[in-house]
C-alpha cells in the first residue's frame, strides 16, 4: 500500500510562505483525487485543497486565492503552495489519497505550520 510522508511545513511571519511538498512511496497516478487536510487541537480535520488527475482543483474558501496546489504524476508527488499565511492557517497539514477500495483513504503523518503574528 501506499505511504505518503509530508515536508516543508514550519514557522512563518504571517504575511509569508511555505510550500508543503507530500512524497508518495509509489505511483499516485491510481488515485484520482488527492489533497491537503488540516487539523487544529479541539477541532475536525478540514479540507484545504484537492487535485484529480488531470488537475482539475477545488480550494476551500478560506484559502483561496492564497494557496495552489499541484501534482506531479511522474514524480508522485503533491505540493501545497501557501502564500499570504494568516495566523489562522496554523495547523498540522495532511496529505490524502482517496481511494474507492479504502474508504478511510490514505493519510501522511502530517507537517505542522505555525504562523507568527
Known amino acids: 500500500q501506499v505511504q505518503l510522508v509530508e515536508s516543508g511545513g514550519g514557522l512563518v511571519q504571517a504575511g509569508g510562505s511555505l510550500r508543503l511538498s507530500c512524497a508518495a512511496s509509489s505511483s499516485i497516478f491510481i488515485f484520482n483525487d488527492m489533497g491537503w487536510y488540516r487539523q487544529v487541537p479541539g477541532k475536525q480535520r478540514e479540507l484545504v485543497a484537492t487535485i484529480t488527475r488531470d488537475g482539475s482543483t477545488n480550494y476551500a474558501d478560506s484559502v483561496k486565492g492564497r494557496f495552489t496546489i ?12 501557501m502564500n499570504s499565511l494568516k495566523s489562522e492557517d496554523a495547523a498540522v497539514y495532511y496529505c490524502n489519497a482517496f481511494a474507492p477500495w479504502r474508504p478511510q483513504g490514505y493519510w501522511g503523518q502530517g507537517t505542522q505550520v505555525t504562523v507568527s503574528s
Open 70 to 81: 499541484s501534482r506531479d504524476n511522474a514524480k508522485n508527488t503533491v505540493a501545497l503552495q
